[in-house]
């Protein structure tokens, strides 16, 4: 057991007493390194993951190998769809890896399934987490189908660059983000630098114009 886990879940360290000593008692620690495969695409969905440490990045695979990041599952936060599955008795739709080392604690099927029929506190957690990961969905579904590559490009740009205005990343990794084609990405940046915003290197971006990148993501309109 990792001692004090519940304080990164505010809302369950605050359940009943009978809640609460159900949910530690079946709750178990795991720790994956780096780079671990959390499950694939067709797995079987058996435990319940609550993140203490890290990220799980959840990603899913077009027939073409286009690839787009869902979201991440961080410090005090569950995967939506994992909940979906353990729910609907289905195998996973995407992948899932951890993309740095990882501390959980992970429910077993059964005792979440008992959890969730049983302990009204904890089934309010899940579906309150639940909820907040739609609206994200929702959100992540408005910009792929909507928002201007050239825009989200440079929004994804500002907010990424370290303290120096630099990105560590591929074109291939930038449109995975962004859910687009690296093709699109790598004609954008080439934009960009032909304006002196950005300078390219392999795998790196550095940013030469934050100003203007800022104010083109801000941009309304057409």
Same mark, same amino acid.
């Given at each position: 057991?990792?001692?004090?886990?519940? !304080?990164?879940?505010?809302?369950?360290?605050?359940?009943?007493?009978?809640?609460?000593?159900?949910?530690?008692?079946?709750? &178990?620690?795991?720790?994956?390194?780096?780079?671990?495969?959390?499950?694939?695409?067709?797995? +079987? &969905?058996? *435990?319940?993951?609550?993140?203490?440490?890290?990220?799980?990045?959840?990603?899913?695979?077009?027939?073409?190998?286009?690839?787009?990041?869902?979201?991440?599952?961080?410090?005090?936060?569950? &995967?939506?769809?994992?909940?979906?599955?353990?729910?609907?008795? %289905?195998?996973?739709?995407?992948?899932?890896?951890?993309?740095? !080392?990882?501390?959980?604690?992970?429910?077993? *099927?059964?005792?979440?399934?008992?959890?969730?029929?049983?302990?009204?506190?904890?089934?309010?957690?899940?579906?309150? +987490?639940?909820?907040?990961?739609?609206?994200?969905?929702?959100?992540?579904?408005?910009?792929?189908?909507?928002?201007?590559?050239?825009?989200?490009?440079?929004?994804?740009?500002?907010? %990424?660059?370290?303290?120096?205005?630099?990105?560590?990343?591929?074109?291939? !990794?930038?449109?995975?983000?962004?859910?687009?084609?690296?093709?699109?990405?790598?004609?954008?940046?080439?934009?960009?630098?032909?304006?002196?915003?950005?300078?390219?290197?392999?795998?790196?971006?550095?940013?030469?114009?934050? !100003?203007?990148?800022?104010?083109?993501?801000?941009?309304?309109?057409?």
């Amino acid at each position: 057991m990792i001692s004090g886990w519940l !304080d990164a879940f505010p809302d369950l360290a605050a359940l009943p007493t009978a809640e609460r000593s159900r949910l530690t008692e079946a709750a &178990c620690p795991a720790r994956l390194p780096a780079g671990r495969a959390v499950f694939r695409a067709g797995d +079987a &969905c058996t *435990r319940y993951f609550l993140v203490l440490d890290g990220a799980i990045r959840v990603r899913m695979t077009s027939p073409g190998g286009r690839e787009i990041v869902l979201y991440r599952v961080e410090r005090g936060q569950t &995967c939506i769809l994992t909940t979906t599955c353990l729910m609907a008795g %289905q195998p996973y739709g995407a992948a899932a890896e951890a993309e740095t !080392d990882v501390a959980a604690m992970v429910l077993p *099927r059964p005792a979440f399934d008992a959890l969730l029929a049983g302990a009204p506190g904890f089934r309010t957690f899940v579906f309150a +987490a639940f909820g907040d990961r739609v609206n994200g969905l929702l959100a992540l579904i408005e910009e792929v189908a909507f928002g201007r590559v050239d825009r989200r490009l440079a929004q994804f740009l500002t907010e %990424q660059a370290d303290a120096e205005g630099a990105l560590a990343l591929t074109h291939q !990794d930038i449109a995975m983000e962004l859910g687009s084609a690296r093709e699109v990405i790598s004609r954008q940046l080439k934009e960009f630098e032909r304006h002196g915003w950005v300078a390219l290197g392999r795998g790196r971006v550095i940013l030469r114009a934050p !100003d203007a990148l800022g104010t083109l993501a801000r941009r309304d309109g057409p």
